[in-house]
């Protein structure tokens, strides 16, 4: 932030310097400016334009063109000197286009002869790196270079040696991690240089089954932790990446649970929440507190709390490539949920250390863009930002072999860079997936540089999380709107909304389109945030009975099921997740968050139901068209009586067995008797899909059912 001191003065492009004075000081005026640079040569400088800003008065100051990386100091015509600070100017095209680096080998590059590092700072004024090896702590001067890359190559074997860098920038000695950082020692406080020889690993990305479309996804989001804290879990290593694949695992009965669970449900992607370095968690101390992850430090390095030995650099980097290679070779593709939007603290992160004023995004006046709402908000705009987040994606899908990105907050970051991720990670693998929470935040970009789901036509490979659908279908997602159900719930006045929902919200069936491909809307009715859908239910719909609230749950998850677009399950959903109706469990305990084992058994009927609808849409691939264009052409919804849906999919023999497919969705009270003009087969009904399916010609909508027919 601006205006703290007296006097201030900022380099905002490479002509002017913005200068400030208190008015507690002579009124805050001065009648001439002087420049003096390390050699105390001093220039004078014209006084362009004077604003008066309350507590303050503004000069805009006409300034000789500076060499970046200097030192240079401001008087006022009091003699009242202070540092230049390098400000705004960083922002300009002017500096991009002299300063931005297209290597690709910042941070360390090891080898056992020698180990280079490299910084990008080009308003630096020094540069060191401390160094500790077993031997002790040595401290060496970088060299500045092109592009305002600091360099230095030690020649001796740093192999697990760590090290801090030491930056002088605006006065100011800042000590930071390297943000280019793939190994730590505990709680993010030095970087770790290891041998990138010793953590290579086959992730067997070829053995999980090709993704030829997004709308073949069925995806499943789950905590590291959670899944395996509970006590009856069987699992031995609790809240770690090997825990998510341990085999053989049962509950106290002798029921399947971990790695054996999710075979048997079969979903296709299992989405991490946050598996890199987080800040709200002590890794010496895992289960001290609790929290979800969505706090990064250091983007490229593994969550030390998940590991077996956080003191041991290689361990969460080895552990976390073992899990992913484990769930490709049981058929699943791996999903990262990344955070690039915020970081857990602006003040103290490496980036903010290492080029003030750069990566994160700033006001006119100097305040801080926060439509995070976590403090801070990343500028992907920057190049050099850009440039390192799509190579940090690009690491996690060469280097470990994740399989796609869920991404926080989208809205925050651009639609350039969002296309950029998908095209060059899918370069890697095409079936990368790369979706996210396309929200229009708060955050100080133009509403059309947004990657938020609005912008939709303008990023082809990006799916967004489907709010017209959550809120159609379950209705308000806060606890203090309980009282707004969706579809699903009963409400039967947004039977136009869900009309459109389930057909992939791509056409104009019951409201105008909101995507343009079927590929670019998550279905979803819950996920890690506000409560999960049971609880909704059990608020929201208290007048019911248990009987009747647990049958909507099953059909709203049966809905996920067959409606156009991508299926997203949140863990636990099958059986009733229960958070006791906390509506932000972030940082809640164990006790909350925990994925229970036992309440899986005690819901084991609507677990099989749910496996059911997951095996049914994987075999008709009519639930799951490609584009808007098959939507249109084989996919009719009306209602009947304006409370229930009659959802429809013809001539698709093409699509797999059946010609017709037809689906009723009743979640009212009252049961519609319907006759049928041909012989239907029975596919699924209340009790889930059936093993042994019937011919009919007519038949009764139950009252909260859905039911699938064809023929």
């Given at each position: 932030?601006?205006?703290?001191?007296?006097?201030?003065?900022?380099?905002?492009?490479?002509?002017?310097?913005?200068?400030?004075?208190?008015?507690?000081?002579?009124?805050?005026?001065?009648?001439?400016?002087?420049?003096?640079?390390?050699?105390?040569?001093?220039?004078?400088?014209?006084?362009?334009?004077?604003?008066?800003?309350?507590?303050?008065?503004?000069?805009?100051?006409?300034?000789?063109?500076?060499?970046?990386?200097?030192?240079?100091?401001?008087?006022?015509?009091?003699?009242?000197?202070?540092?230049?600070?390098?400000?705004?100017?960083?922002?300009?095209?002017?500096?991009?286009?002299?300063?931005?680096?297209?290597?690709?080998?910042?941070?360390?590059?090891?080898?056992?002869?020698?180990?280079?590092?490299?910084?990008?700072?080009?308003?630096?004024?020094?540069?060191?790196?401390?160094?500790?090896?077993?031997?002790?702590?040595?401290?060496?001067?970088?060299?500045?270079?092109?592009?305002?890359?600091?360099?230095?190559?030690?020649?001796?074997?740093?192999?697990?040696?760590?090290?801090?860098?030491?930056?002088?920038?605006?006065?100011?000695?800042?000590?930071?991690?390297?943000?280019?950082?793939?190994?730590?020692?505990?709680?993010?406080?030095?970087?770790?240089?290891?041998?990138?020889?010793?953590?290579?690993?086959?992730?067997?990305?070829?053995?999980?089954?090709?993704?030829?479309?997004?709308?073949?996804?069925?995806?499943?989001?789950?905590?590291?932790?959670?899944?395996?804290?509970?006590?009856?879990?069987?699992?031995?290593?609790?809240?770690?990446?090997?825990?998510?694949?341990?085999?053989?695992?049962?509950?106290?009965?002798?029921?399947?649970?971990?790695?054996?669970?999710?075979?048997?449900?079969?979903?296709?992607?299992?989405?991490?929440?946050?598996?890199?370095?987080?800040?709200?968690?002590?890794?010496?101390?895992?289960?001290?507190?609790?929290?979800?992850?969505?706090?990064?430090?250091?983007?490229?390095?593994?969550?030390?709390?998940?590991?077996?030995?956080?003191?041991?650099?290689?361990?969460?980097?080895?552990?976390?490539?073992?899990?992913?290679?484990?769930?490709?070779?049981?058929?699943?593709?791996?999903?990262?949920?990344?955070?690039?939007?915020?970081?857990?603290?602006?003040?103290?992160?490496?980036?903010?250390?290492?080029?003030?004023?750069?990566?994160?995004?700033?006001?006119?006046?100097?305040?801080?863009?926060?439509?995070?709402?976590?403090?801070?908000?990343?500028?992907?705009?920057?190049?050099?930002?850009?440039?390192?987040?799509?190579?940090?994606?690009?690491?996690?899908?060469?280097?470990?072999?994740?399989?796609?990105?869920?991404?926080?907050?989208?809205?925050?970051?651009?639609?350039?860079?969002?296309?950029?991720?998908?095209?060059?990670?899918?370069?890697?693998?095409?079936?990368?997936?790369?979706?996210?929470?396309?929200?229009?935040?708060?955050?100080?970009?133009?509403?059309?540089?947004?990657?938020?789901?609005?912008?939709?036509?303008?990023?082809?490979?990006?799916?967004?999380?489907?709010?017209?659908?959550?809120?159609?279908?379950?209705?308000?997602?806060?606890?203090?709107?309980?009282?707004?159900?969706?579809?699903?719930?009963?409400?039967?006045?947004?039977?136009?909304?869900?009309?459109?929902?389930?057909?992939?919200?791509?056409?104009?069936?019951?409201m105008e389109a909101l995507f343009v491909e079927p590929t670019m809307t998550l279905n979803y009715v819950e996920c890690h945030d506000n409560m999960t859908l049971f609880d909704k239910i059990m608020l929201s719909n208290r007048c019911e009975s248990l009987e009747t609230r647990l049958k909507r749950q099953k059909m709203i998850t049966a809905l996920i099921l067959v409606s156009q677009g991508i299926a997203f399950l949140h863990a636990g959903q099958e059986f009733n997740r229960t958070k006791d109706g906390d509506h932000n469990s972030y940082m809640s305990p164990d006790s909350v968050n925990q994925f229970d084992w036992d309440r899986k058994d005690e819901y084991i009927e609507t677990v099989e139901f749910v496996k059911g609808f997951i095996n049914l849409r994987k075999e008709l691939k009519a639930l799951r068209l490609n584009t808007a264009e098959e939507i249109k052409q084989h996919v009719t919804v009306n209602k009947l009586e304006d409370r229930i849906i009659e959802y429809t999919i013809s001539d698709v023999k093409a699509y797999g067995?059946?010609?017709?497919?037809?689906?009723?969705?009743?979640?009212?009270?009252?049961?519609?008797?319907?006759?049928?003009?041909?012989?239907?087969?029975?596919?699924?009904?209340?009790?889930?899909?059936?093993?042994?399916?019937?011919?009919?010609?007519?038949?009764?909508?139950?009252?909260?059912?859905?039911?699938?027919?064809?023929?």
């Amino acid at each position: 932030m601006r205006k703290l001191q007296t006097f201030e003065a900022y380099l905002d492009t490479f002509e002017t310097i913005t200068a400030y004075l208190n008015k507690s000081y002579y009124q805050g005026e001065s009648q001439s400016f002087r420049l003096k640079d390390e050699t105390s040569t001093t220039t004078l400088l014209n006084i362009l334009k004077t604003v008066d800003e309350g507590e303050y008065m503004k000069y805009i100051l006409e300034t000789p063109i500076l060499e970046l990386g200097k030192n240079y100091k401001v008087t006022d015509d009091h003699n009242l000197a202070v540092p230049l600070q390098y400000g705004y100017v960083v922002r300009t095209k002017e500096f991009d286009e002299a300063f931005y680096y297209d290597g690709h080998d910042l941070g360390v590059t090891y080898t056992k002869e020698a180990s280079t590092f490299k910084v990008w700072s080009p308003i630096a004024t020094q540069v060191k790196v401390e160094v500790q090896t077993k031997d002790g702590i040595e401290t060496y001067d970088l060299t500045k270079g092109d592009k305002g890359v600091w360099s230095i190559t030690i020649s001796q074997d740093l192999e697990l040696a760590s090290y801090i860098y030491l930056v002088k920038v605006n006065g100011t000695w800042n000590q930071a991690t390297d943000p280019y950082a793939i190994a730590s020692t505990p709680n993010h406080q030095r970087t770790v240089i290891v041998d990138s020889e010793k953590i290579k690993m086959d992730s067997k990305r070829e053995l999980a089954p090709e993704v030829k479309s997004y709308t073949d996804a069925i995806i499943y989001e789950m905590h590291v932790r959670d899944f395996s804290v509970h006590k009856n879990s069987g699992i031995k290593h609790v809240g770690k990446f090997l825990g998510v694949v341990e085999e053989g695992t049962r509950t106290s009965r002798g029921t399947l649970t971990g790695l054996d669970y999710l075979v048997d449900l079969g979903v296709t992607h299992i989405q991490l929440l946050p598996t890199y370095d987080f800040g709200s968690v002590d890794e010496l101390n895992q289960f001290e507190t609790y929290n979800w992850g969505y706090d990064p430090v250091q983007y490229n390095v593994p969550e030390g709390s998940y590991s077996t030995d956080v003191h041991n650099p290689y361990s969460r980097i080895i552990e976390m490539k073992q899990m992913i290679a484990k769930l490709h070779e049981k058929g699943f593709r791996v999903i990262m949920d990344v955070v690039y939007n915020h970081m857990f603290d602006r003040q103290t992160s490496s980036f903010e250390n290492i080029m003030p004023n750069y990566y994160f995004k700033l006001g006119d006046n100097g305040e801080i863009s926060n439509g995070s709402f976590c403090g801070n908000d990343v500028d992907s705009l920057r190049p050099m930002c850009r440039q390192f987040i799509v190579d940090s994606c690009k690491m996690w899908v060469k280097e470990y072999g994740f399989d796609g990105f869920r991404f926080d907050l989208m809205g925050i970051l651009d639609t350039e860079t969002m296309n950029q991720i998908a095209d060059e990670c899918q370069a890697i693998d095409a079936s990368v997936m790369v979706y996210g929470e396309g929200w229009n935040m708060p955050s100080i970009m133009p509403e059309e540089a947004k990657a938020m789901m609005y912008n939709n036509k303008k990023m082809p490979k990006i799916a967004h999380f489907n709010d017209r659908f959550g809120r159609g279908i379950k209705g308000s997602p806060f606890e203090y709107e309980m009282s707004d159900i969706g579809y699903g719930l009963g409400y039967t006045g947004d039977i136009n909304r869900a009309m459109n929902v389930v057909a992939g919200s791509c056409t104009d069936i019951g409201m105008e389109a909101l995507f343009v491909e079927p590929t670019m809307t998550l279905n979803y009715v819950e996920c890690h945030d506000n409560m999960t859908l049971f609880d909704k239910i059990m608020l929201s719909n208290r007048c019911e009975s248990l009987e009747t609230r647990l049958k909507r749950q099953k059909m709203i998850t049966a809905l996920i099921l067959v409606s156009q677009g991508i299926a997203f399950l949140h863990a636990g959903q099958e059986f009733n997740r229960t958070k006791d109706g906390d509506h932000n469990s972030y940082m809640s305990p164990d006790s909350v968050n925990q994925f229970d084992w036992d309440r899986k058994d005690e819901y084991i009927e609507t677990v099989e139901f749910v496996k059911g609808f997951i095996n049914l849409r994987k075999e008709l691939k009519a639930l799951r068209l490609n584009t808007a264009e098959e939507i249109k052409q084989h996919v009719t919804v009306n209602k009947l009586e304006d409370r229930i849906i009659e959802y429809t999919i013809s001539d698709v023999k093409a699509y797999g067995p059946y010609e017709e497919i037809k689906i009723f969705i009743n979640p009212t009270h009252t049961p519609l008797h319907i006759e049928l003009n041909d012989n239907y087969q029975l596919i699924a009904n209340q009790t889930g899909v059936l093993n042994e399916q019937s011919t009919i010609n007519h038949l009764t909508v139950d009252a909260i059912e859905l039911v699938v027919l064809a023929k």
